[in-house]
């Protein structure tokens, strides 16, 4: 079983377009996160939701918001996509939030045209 | 805030023998150093970790050494295979324990 599934895995779209990528676990974590890996796959994190609570807002345009509808999952929309927006998005999860371990899953891969 | 720099951003050895990965991070109350291998296509993946209790940790043919004094902690992997192909990142803690702070990564490549 998938510890942690995000679909879609593939995601390309026009400028300008609203997306969303979502995000589950089944790991029973309380804590989930949001990354984003550039095309020097340096990782930067984007936001972190405990317990349904967000914990950190990096600073990311407010074109981007997390939605979790309960502790298993964490969504990630977009509105009005740039160019720059063209990147691997990648959600984790960890057992509670601080130094612990964690599960990431496989990515989505969003192309901006 | 946490700062995590690692080096090499590119290594590349023959199968067999050892590679080692350096991290350096900037505060010292840090106290938990994992690592992740990242392969194509797919997301980072927990391959070790450390706790700064402890100066050193092996499983099989990888390890992990932590000076807290020179603040900055290695990743070994020894009689290396192809399949250790993959990229290598460190994390750290961020200045309030939230979240992890990465380093830029290392791309192993294991020549057989």
């Known amino acids: 079983d998938t510890a942690v599934s995000q679909t879609p895995k593939y995601l390309v779209t026009q400028m300008g377009n609203d997306k969303s990528i979502k995000c589950e676990q089944n790991?029973?974590?309380?804590?989930m996160y949001w990354y984003k890996q550039d095309s020097k796959k340096f990782l930067k994190i984007m936001f972190s939701y405990n317990n349904k609570e967000l914990i950190i807002n990096e600073t990311v345009p407010n074109r981007f918001s997390p939605k979790s509808p309960d502790k298993a999952h964490l969504n990630l929309h977009i509105n009005s996509l740039e160019l720059g927006d063209s990147a691997v998005y990648f959600c984790?999860?960890?057992?509670?939030?601080?130094?612990?371990?964690?599960?990431f899953g496989d990515g989505t891969r969003l192309s901006i045209l | 805030g946490e700062n995590v720099e690692q080096h090499p951003s590119t290594l590349s050895v023959q199968e067999g023998d050892s590679a080692v990965i350096k991290c350096t991070y900037s505060?010292?109350?840090?106290?938990?150093f994992p690592w992740y291998k990242q392969e194509l296509g797919k997301g980072p993946q927990l391959i070790i970790d450390?706790?700064?209790?402890?100066g050193e940790k092996k499983d099989q043919r990888i390890a992990v050494t932590l000076n807290k004094t020179a603040k900055h902690f290695s990743l070994h992997i020894t009689e290396t295979q192809p399949e250790d192909s993959a990229v290598y990142f460190c994390?750290?803690?961020?200045?309030?324990?939230?979240?992890?702070?990465f380093g830029a990564g290392t791309r192993l490549t294991v020549k057989p």
């Open positions: 994390a750290a803690p961020s200045y309030n324990n939230n979240d992890m702070r």
């Open positions: 790991l029973g974590h309380d804590t």
């Open positions: 450390i706790r700064s209790n402890v």
């Open positions: 984790a999860s960890s057992r509670t939030l601080g130094n612990q371990p964690q599960h």
């Open positions: 505060d010292s109350a840090s106290n938990y």
